[in-house]
Each structure stands twice: as C-alpha cells, then as structure tokens.
C-alpha cells in the first residue's frame, strides 16, 4: 500500500468505472448505504460532536440537534419514501400517438457527483446533501470544508469505515485540491458557501457543461409588524440568530420596523439574550465561538456600527463575540454591506410595510425573510410581493427542519434546491419514456 494521496483524476476515474457497473443503481444499494450512513450518525456521533465543538465551540445539544439528529432525519424521512418517490409516473399521451401509447418519466442516477461543503454546519452540509445523492444511486466524491478542520478530519475517518469505498470518496483540502477537484468532469456539482466561490464553482462547471446546484447566503431581512408580542418576537429572533453564533446562512441579518416597536423591541431582546445565555454568554455552554481569527477581525469592526443595545464584547484568543444588538443603524453602515454571519442583529427603522417591502427588494434577493405580524394581509403581502429562497412566518430557520420543503436561493442567494423529494431530483435525471406498441 502506498500512502500517496489518490490524485482527483483517479479518485474520479475509479468512482466512475463503478458506477458504470451499475452497482449504485439498486434500491437496495441506496438504502442500504443511507442505513450505514445512519449508523455512522448514531455509532460516531459523540465523536462528531467533539470535533464540532472543537472547530466551532458547538455545544453537545445544538451539534445533535442542528448537524447529527438533523441528518438522520433527514434519512429516515428519505428511507421511509424512497420506493414510492422512484416508480415511474405516468404522463397521458395525446391522441395523434394512438390509444396502444403510453408514457412516464423515470429517475435515472446523474454518475459521480461532487458535493463541496462549508464549515458552519460543515457535518450538516455535507452529509446532508451525500443523503440525497446516494439516494439517487450516484457515486459521490464528498469535500469537507478545510475551516472546520477537526470535522473535516473525522468524516474523511469515518465515512470510508461505514460506506462503499469504491463509490464515495472524501477528498480533503482547501483552495489547491478543491481547483484540482473541479478541473474533472462531474455529472453535477452541489456547492455550498459563499457567492465569490460560487462563481469560480459555476465557471468550472461550465467547461464540462456540468450543471450545478448552488447554495449561497446573503442578508436575510427581518420584518417586525407593530402590534406584536414582542417579548415571543424577540425570544424566537434571539435563537433564531445567536445559534451558532450567527454563522448560519439562514439567519436573521437585521431587523426592520418602525420606530415604536424598534424602541420597545430593544428591550425584550436584551431580556431574551440573558434568558437564553445567562448574564454573561461566554461563560454560557450552549453559546458558540467564531470559527477563526479573520472571521473574528472582520466581525469586530462591524460592532460600532450602530448604538449598543446588548452585547458588544469580544475575546479575540477565546473567538468569542458576545450576543449582540444594534440599534440607530445607518443603512449604508459597514454592518449593511455584507451578509454579516455573526452573532450581531443591526435594526433599522422604516415608517411601515411599504418601505420595508421597497427596502427588501432594493436589494439582493435573500436566501431566507422573516416576517413576525400578527396581520394576514401583511403576511399575504411580503410573500407576494417579495422574492426570496425561503419565507418564514412567526419563526426564523425552522423552515429548512421540513423535510417536504425545498430548500435553497433565488438570485445571489443560490440555485437549484434540495431536502427530502427534492434532493432526490437534484441529483437525478428525470428521462423522459414513450412506448409504442411495435403489434
Ligand atoms: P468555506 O470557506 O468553508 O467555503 C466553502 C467551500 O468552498 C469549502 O469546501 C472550501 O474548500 C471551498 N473553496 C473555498 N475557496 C475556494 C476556491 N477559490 N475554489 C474552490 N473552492 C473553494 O465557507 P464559506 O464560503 O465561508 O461559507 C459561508 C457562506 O456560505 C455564507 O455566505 C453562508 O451564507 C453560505 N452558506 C449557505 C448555506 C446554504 O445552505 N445556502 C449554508 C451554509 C452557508
């Protein structure tokens, strides 16, 4: 045995020639590779937990609930349909073809596949995806994100022992092997991060006509009607935000509403803050740390971006931020130009609905707007009236924990979509079959 790394040609060259044996195909090669990665969850998952606390400062509870739980979920939801998501569907043929003609679609698998993951939920959102690309009957090279060293580490361990080495692989590394990785042909590229590496992604693809899914980020607004409870508004918006602190891409980036409710919402976030994490967070387990020092340096000077409501501290040896509110918060401040991804939430003032909807769409479109109103008309007018990937009435990133919901970006925030069913069609072909009776 050599312990040269495999070069990413051959990593794919041999993925390759076992899909093309048909080994994937089978229903029971799907399942029984989604149950091996179940087992890896449920067997190893102390040890994931260890390594996500150790990149990210995760907690136990919120590395099982957001990353390990998330993902078996994810499986089950998948083993308990697959079969009936597979069977052909019929399509009704029209008359000029004849009564004796029928036709259907059917998935087929796309090949090799090859699924590039983050480092804020960096188990999640490479496993997650793997979900629905082994459940398609592909073969998958995986590539964890290189921030998140300790998980990274783990999974290129682990994943080998539990699932079918000739047709997953897990190539670790940064900007070198991930270029090399993209210099092969795939049959689809799965992307999640950042908008810059979505386009190097996008170009690369492009030379092989490779299609891509590309799950990106952004400013996720936030608009707080008046005349809500605002001690459920700011309880909901301080999870919702501060887990992980912050760096989730469907977080809540900034708040909008008027100018009485931002002053009474001041309050009830900084009473939530110290409900949820006590009166000093850092010495709080259940709150995170910034995955490192540039990420650190590029969030400390976004702090004085507006008037401290709550928070506003940092340890830069421990990572630490503290929770953070801004208020008073100029829209062309340093916290506005950039998704912020991190435990910092800027309110802005506008007079009402209108200025919030012409605020949201002034600007890119998000990956995720929340809405917290108690008025039907004014739910019924922000979906209308706005576009974004995702929109959450009430509570801010539970609508990605539903499975039957796609999940992804419009515009900058993304392309393509997956979760449950819909992974499933993103990374199948579905081919379209007409027979007609040769007798
Ligand atoms: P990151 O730095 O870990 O990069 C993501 C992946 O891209 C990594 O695997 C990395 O190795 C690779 N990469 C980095 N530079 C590259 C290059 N030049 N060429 C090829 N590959 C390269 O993560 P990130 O981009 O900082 O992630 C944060 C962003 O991701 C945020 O914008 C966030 O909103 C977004 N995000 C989106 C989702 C979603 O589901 N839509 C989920 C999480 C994060």
Same mark, same amino acid.
């Given at each position: 045995? $050599? ?9 794919? /060259? ?35 937990? !260890? ?76 496993? $997650? ?5 082994? #459940? @398609? ?12 060293? !300790? ?26 092997e991930t270029t090399a990785l993209l210099a092969e042909r795939f049959d689809h590229i799965f992307y999640t991060g950042n908008g810059a590496v979505g386009r190097v992604v996008m170009r690369a693809a492009a030379e092989h ?17 008046? =005349? ?6 700011? =309880? ?8 992980? !602190? ?15 409710? @931002? ?11 110290? #409900? ?6 850092? !010495? *709080?387990?259940?709150? &995170? ?14 702090? =004085?971006? &507006? ?6 501290? *940092? ?12 208020? =008073? ?12 991804? &991190? ?12 200025? /919030? ?10 990956? @995720? ?17 706005? *576009? *974004? ?23 900058? $925030? ?13 990374? $199948? ?11």
């Open positions: 045995m $050599s312990n040269t790394p495999e070069q990413p040609a051959a990593t794919v /060259a041999r993925l390759r020639a076992t899909f093309r044996t048909g080994r994937t195909k089978p229903l029971e090669w799907r399942t029984g590779q989604l149950r091996r990665l179940r087992e890896m969850l449920t067997e190893q998952g102390p040890e994931l937990a !260890a390594a996500l606390h150790a990149d990210l400062g995760k907690s136990r509870t919120e590395a099982y609930r957001t990353e390990i739980d998330f993902t078996v979920r994810e499986i089950d939801h998948t083993l308990d349909r697959l079969d009936d998501w597979l069977r052909p569907e019929p399509a009704p043929v029209p008359a000029h073809l004849g009564a004796d003609a029928t036709a259907w679609t059917q998935y087929d698998p796309l090949g090799v596949v090859l699924v590039i993951a983050p480092w804020n939920y960096p188990a999640q959102l490479l496993l $997650s995806p793997m979900v629905g690309a082994l #459940a @398609a009957g592909n073969a998958v090279v995986a590539k964890p994100s290189e921030l998140a060293p !300790a998980t990274s580490a783990a999974l290129a361990r682990l994943l080998p022992a539990y699932l079918d080495t000739d047709a997953v692989a897990v190539v670790e590394g940064g900007v070198p006509l490779t299609p891509v899914t590309l799950e990106l980020g952004g400013k996720s607004p936030v608009f707080v009607d008046r =005349d809500t409870d605002l001690t459920v508004v700011a =309880d909901r918006l301080a999870r919702g935000k501060f887990l992980n !602190a912050g760096q989730t891409c469907v977080a809540p980036d900034y708040v909008l509403t008027d100018p009485e409710t @931002a002053a009474a919402l001041e309050p009830a976030l900084t009473a939530a803050v110290e #409900a949820i994490y006590g009166k000093d967070p850092q !010495a *709080s387990e259940e709150y &995170g740390r910034i995955v490192n020092e540039r990420h650190f340096d590029r969030l400390t000077t976004l702090l =004085d971006s &507006g008037r401290t409501v709550v928070g506003g501290g *940092s340890d830069r040896t421990a990572k630490y931020i503290a929770p953070t509110v801004l208020a =008073d918060v100029d829209p062309e401040s340093p916290v506005m130009r950039e998704e912020i991804f &991190g435990p910092i939430l800027p309110i802005l003032t506008v007079s009402g609905l209108d200025e /919030a909807i012409a605020f949201i769409n002034d600007r890119d479109k998000p990956l @995720a707007l929340y809405v917290f109103s108690e008025s039907e008309d004014t739910r019924n007018r922000v979906a209308d009236e706005t *576009s *974004s990937g995702g929109l959450g009435h009430g509570l801010p990133l539970a609508h990605l924990t539903v499975s039957d919901l796609p999940f992804g970006g419009v515009g900058e $925030s993304g392309t393509g979509n997956y979760h449950g069913r819909y992974s499933l069609e993103t990374f $199948s072909h579905r081919k379209a079959v007409l027979n007609k009776p040769l007798s």
